[in-house]
């Protein structure tokens, strides 16, 4: 350790004391982490004023841009009122308005709302939630648990088993439950028909035995922006409640827009919602941390018991509920209703699909796709370390991005306009001609 710090050499001092996250450590020793310093509107900048557009919503939290002066204005109000009361016998108004207009959303179906601080709390709440409502039911034989191929929930124990990202599960598999991991569908093969058979062939051997189904509606995130349609959700949905098995809608990435609807469960056009839908990531347009987990009142009534403490739902997190977040994610919600935004977002998608078509002819290219704001292409000879290399050299760009191995993706702010869709294409293309002339 360096007995003293510089004060400016922020690179530096961050890897004396910080662990960062998705980092081998050894290697950021040569490639040290971008030293940010503020944020505004899309952009970043860093120590030396240089500015970089925010392609990622860093790590897909941003919906409005750093520093949005609405989303400030109600956390700096909330300050001044309550930062933080526990929510374990006490309530406060910020909390229960976020509550009750999420519920509203889904008709009332999703009516009860626990809250966390991230997304992976969130999965395991409702992990723990399907398993003890069964039992609370009389079902306890109902402990086990089905996941989509390369699906990702998380990285603390419970989210981690039912997730199928090696890079992230393979070191800590002797500490995990067994989940059933079923074929994912994939627009780029159309197996959607497929892997609904298979899923109900495992529901059908193993229906007494499941708690719940979980996935990610239409999108799976880190398996490289895999897409699949509405009507997988929908049959999922069926297969459901055939077998009664809870459904876990995981919207921690896909939720508040990315996707064209507030829910990308709305898409489903379902007749019924999933027994479990979590939120977290854009909630709070990323301001502060902040998950929660909406259910129905029959999970809800399994855990009422005026008699038995232990029937109930003893789940805690110290910051549960915390006000300022709640505060913040009650901007989003108002942004949402207030101002339109998915219709703006519907055009803004449509900027970014008009502007990037002309890659669907790049011959280095396959599978340009989008689902509302998350557009994605895959690389098709991308040599080693690809994504490590697009990132840095897109900075040069003014581009802060970050594929999943050989997958380019976008999944910006909703601060999208012809100008800012034609930078991007640009940057995108000046940082993959450079990458691969030098890969060849």
């Known amino acids: ?16 004391a910080v662990w960062h996250p998705c980092t081998q450590m050894a290697r950021a020793q040569k490639l040290p982490p971008l030293p940010i310093v503020r944020g505004e509107g899309a952009w970043l900048y860093d120590e030396q004023g240089r500015r970089y557009f925010d392609a990622c919503s860093s790590w897909w939290v941003n919906l409005f841009g750093h520093s949005d002066p609405g ?66 039911r009389g079902r306890g034989e109902k402990r086990e648990f089905v996941c989509l191929r390369n699906g990702y929930h998380g990285e603390t124990i419970g989210a981690l088993a039912v997730t199928d990202v090696a890079v992230f599960r393979d070191a800590y598999d002797p500490l995990l439950m067994r989940a059933h991991i079923v074929d994912s569908p994939d627009s780029r093969l159309g197996n959607e028909a497929q892997a609904l058979a298979a899923m109900r062939t495992l529901l059908e051997q193993r229906h007494v035995q499941i708690a719940a189904l979980i996935v990610e509606p239409l999108i799976q995130g880190a398996a490289g922006m895999v897409m699949h349609s509405p009507d997988y959700l929908r049959g999922l949905r069926q297969l459901c409640s055939e077998f009664e098995v ?67 739902f003893l789940h805690s997190h110290s910051y549960t509920g915390n006000a300022l977040a709640c505060a913040a994610a009650n901007a989003v919600l108002d942004r949402f209703e207030l101002q339109d935004q998915l219709q703006a977002n519907r055009a803004q998608a449509a900027l970014l699909a008009q502007v990037f078509a002309p890659l669907a002819e790049d011959a280095r290219l396959a599978h340009l796709r989008q689902r509302g704001m998350v557009l994605a292409f895959d690389v098709k000879d991308p040599g080693p370390r690809f994504a490590e290399r697009f990132h840095l050299a897109a900075r040069a760009h003014e581009l802060l991005i970050r594929p999943i191995g050989a997958t380019v993706y976008l999944m910006p702010p909703y601060l999208i306009d012809a100008g800012a869709a034609q930078f991007l294409f640009k940057a995108v293309r000046a940082t993959l001609d450079e990458v691969l002339s030098h890969a060849a």
């Open 1 to 16: 350790m360096n007995p003293v710090l510089s004060k400016v050499d922020l690179q530096s001092r961050s890897l004396d």
């Open 246 to 312: 809870h459904l876990i809608a995981d919207e921690i990435a896909v939720g508040c827009g990315r996707t064209g609807t507030f829910f990308a469960w709305e898409q489903a056009d379902a007749p019924q919602w999933p027994d479990f839908l979590l939120l977290s990531k854009g909630i709070t347009g990323g301001t502060l941390p902040l998950s929660l987990v909406l259910t129905t009142d029959a999970v809800f009534q399994a855990f009422w018991d005026e008699q038995e403490v232990a029937r109930g």
């Open 71 to 136: 989303l400030n204005g109600a956390i700096k109000q909330q300050l001044d009122t309550l930062p933080h009361v526990m929510l374990a016998g006490c309530t406060h108004e910020p909390a229960v308005r976020l509550a009750e207009r999420l519920s509203a959303r889904t008709g009332g179906a999703l009516g009860h709302c626990f809250f966390a601080s991230d997304g992976a709390s969130a999965v395991e709440i409702a992990l723990k939630q399907s398993f003890h409502s069964w039992r609370n």
